[in-house]
Structure formats: structure tokens, C-alpha cells
């Protein structure tokens, strides 16, 4: 990808990201994750209907990587299933960990396909995949 273009994505991302604000519903679950290497700390929702992810919204502060990797994401995930949200979060840590992954799968998140190059980013780039993983681990454990 040019470096223009990705850079374009990440801040338009980042200066207007989608879902940025915490509503009061308590149908949503809910997590907060923060980064040790960055000033990365987030707060997330996510409401699931019927195995379709309905809604996610965050909001703290974060870096330029962690903000846009969250509206990135977000954009990408509201509408799957479950099961294509797992796919997805799967190939992005893959993608970002330097393993196989199928990049078709990730829309604009491929935008993060260099970050290895800079190893410091890595927790940045990851957080709302942890953030998001960690509140479907809490669906599972409270289905079974």
C-alpha cells in the first residue's frame, strides 16, 4: 500500500473516528484496556444480538495507531457474526505478529501490514484487539 494513502486512512480515522463515545445500556459488554508502552487507555462496548455484532463504541485516550485501528476495526466488525468477527480479530493479530494470514479478510486494517517495522506499535496496533476478544471470551463464558 503507498504510504500516502496509508497514512490518509490512519488519521482520517483517527481525527474522526466511527463509534467514539460510551452510551449507558447495560445490554452492552463492556471491557477496558490500556497499553503499557503508550498513553493508551480505552474503554469499549459491544452489543450482540442473535450472534451478529449490533454496535461497539469506545472512548479514553489514545494514540494515533490505537484510535484508528479502533474506528478501523469497528467499521469492519459491526454486522458479522461471531464467528466472522473471531476470523477477522484472528488475522489481524496474525497480520501484526508477522504470521500467515489472509489479508482479504481485513478491508483497511491492512494498513497496519508494516507496523513490525516498528516494534513499539505493536501494543498500540493490538489494543482494540484485545479489547474486543476479551469481551466475546465474556459472551462465551456466559453462554456455557
Same mark, same amino acid.
Given at each position: 500500500?503507498?504510504n500516502d494513502?496509508? @497514512?490518509?486512512? $490512519?488519521?482520517? &480515522?483517527?481525527?474522526?473516528?466511527? &463509534?467514539?463515545g460510551? *452510551?449507558?445500556?447495560?445490554?452492552?459488554?463492556?471491557? +477496558?484496556?490500556?497499553?503499557?508502552?503508550c $498513553?493508551?487507555?480505552?474503554? !469499549?462496548? %459491544?452489543?450482540?444480538?442473535?450472534? $451478529? *455484532?449490533e454496535?461497539? @463504541? !469506545?472512548?479514553?485516550?489514545?494514540?494515533?495507531?490505537?484510535?484508528?485501528?479502533?474506528?478501523? %476495526?469497528? +467499521?469492519?466488525?459491526?454486522?458479522?457474526t461471531?464467528?466472522?468477527? /473471531? /476470523? $477477522?480479530? #484472528?488475522? =489481524?493479530?496474525? %497480520?501484526?505478529?508477522?504470521?500467515? =494470514?489472509?489479508? &482479504?479478510?481485513?478491508?483497511?486494517?491492512?494498513?497496519?501490514?508494516?507496523?513490525?517495522?516498528?516494534?513499539? @506499535?505493536k501494543?498500540?496496533?493490538?489494543l482494540? #484487539? +484485545?479489547?474486543?476478544? &476479551? %469481551?466475546?471470551?465474556?459472551?462465551? /463464558?456466559?453462554? #456455557?
Open positions: 500500500m503507498d494513502l496509508r @497514512r490518509e486512512i $490512519i488519521m482520517d &480515522n483517527y481525527n474522526d473516528p466511527m &463509534n467514539k460510551l *452510551i449507558d445500556d447495560n445490554s452492552y459488554l463492556k471491557t +477496558r484496556t490500556s497499553s503499557e508502552s $498513553i493508551d487507555d480505552l474503554s !469499549f462496548m %459491544m452489543k450482540i444480538e442473535n450472534n $451478529i *455484532i454496535d461497539i @463504541r !469506545f472512548d479514553g485516550e489514545a494514540c494515533a495507531i490505537s484510535t484508528s485501528a479502533t474506528s478501523i %476495526m469497528i +467499521r469492519i466488525l459491526i454486522g458479522k461471531v464467528d466472522e468477527a /473471531k /476470523k $477477522i480479530l #484472528n488475522n =489481524y493479530k496474525n %497480520m501484526i505478529e508477522e504470521k500467515d =494470514y489472509d489479508k &482479504n479478510l481485513l478491508g483497511e486494517l491492512a494498513v497496519y501490514d508494516s507496523i513490525s517495522k516498528q516494534p513499539n @506499535r501494543n498500540c496496533a493490538l482494540p #484487539n +484485545r479489547a474486543i476478544n &476479551n %469481551m466475546l471470551e465474556e459472551l462465551n /463464558k456466559k453462554n #456455557n
